[in-house]
């Protein structure tokens, strides 16, 4: 199976120059992240489904795996402990204290608000469940780890939620940096921005997301990382206080347009599930800049 994306994004510093995070393309569309020491040649991977994308990446440039993060445990972000096998036994594992009996290697039970130090490089803890019970987000100066709760464009599935637990996650990562690149785990923007665009057609910022990501996508390139003040602007899950959005969805709804965020963050997550939006063709989509081309 091809992935999605054939040519990854550039590498990039966090942490001061500490790290610097290396994007690998695995499965079908997920996005592995592999954090080296340019210092030391030290790494550590962030979830994935399998181990062999790392695995040759690591060996290719001399680096050594020291640690693995796992965000959750979902089999296509644990898959990489399970297929690392005898190797977790040399390497730090670090993952969720409250789902510890399913993270295959735990070394590092993490509760909300730890802090751990890898290469130099501080990662601070946040519990940001909402998509699933113990989802971790590791943060460091640059970047977040968001695993499948913030994605470029919108969020993830509500499994064990309930909304407003999820909201409630995705307002605090909100708060971050606004240059803070977001690193999800899978590359959906397209999905996600056309489903935006159903919910906020008048966002300037939305239009012009559109256009770049549909050129980018078209190159085989990844929309992957977006940074945090591209997602206030456009990914409708952080715009519940948007009157647009607040509108468009009472009216899809066929409900009141509610003032409680929580609830219009409920009422998006649970039309975006029915997946209409994905009948939207790309000639309703402002794929042309009207400005430029009358």
Excluded at 62 to 85: E, K, M, S
Excluded at 167 to 177: I, V
Excluded at 187 to 210: C, G, H, K, Q
Aim: negative net charge.
């Amino acid at each position: 199976m091809n992935h999605v994306v054939q040519h990854p994004s550039a590498p990039f510093p966090i942490a001061g120059g500490a790290l610097v995070v290396h994007q690998i393309p695995m499965g079908h569309d997920n996005l592995g992240w592999l954090l080296v020491s340019p210092r030391t040649g030290g790494c550590a991977v962030v979830d994935g489904p399998n181990a062999l994308p790392y695995l040759d990446r690591i060996a290719a440039e001399g680096w050594q795996l020291r640690a693995v993060f796992n965000t959750h445990i979902h089999g296509d972000h644990i898959g990489v402990n399970h297929a690392l096998g005898d190797q977790l036994r040399d390497l730090q594992v670090y993952g969720a204290a409250k789902t510890r009996d399913h993270i295959p290697g735990l070394t590092d039970p993490l509760e909300e608000g730890d802090s751990v130090t890898f290469e130099g490089a501080n990662i601070d803890v946040w519990l940001t469940e909402g998509h699933i019970n113990g989802h971790l987000s590791f943060i460091t100066d640059g970047a977040v780890f968001c695993g499948d709760t913030l994605f470029a464009g919108g969020c993830g599935y509500l499994f064990d939620g309930p909304p407003a637990t999820m909201h409630a996650s995705l307002q605090r990562l909100a708060q971050l940096p606004g240059t803070t690149r977001v690193c999800c785990a899978h590359e959906y923007t397209m999905d996600n921005l056309r489903f935006a665009w159903t919910v906020e057609p008048s966002n300037p910022d939305l239009a012009a997301r559109i256009r770049a990501v549909w050129q980018l996508r078209a190159a085989g390139g990844c929309a992957v990382p977006s940074t945090i003040a591209q997602e206030r602007a456009t990914n409708p899950f952080l715009r519940v206080n948007s009157r647009t959005i607040r509108s468009r969805v009472g009216a899809l709804r066929e409900s009141q347009t509610s003032n409680d965020g929580a609830e219009v963050f409920r009422m998006l997550r649970e039309h975006k599930d029915l997946g209409r939006h994905k009948t939207l063709a790309d000639s309703a989509l402002p794929l042309l800049d009207r400005r430029r081309n009358g």
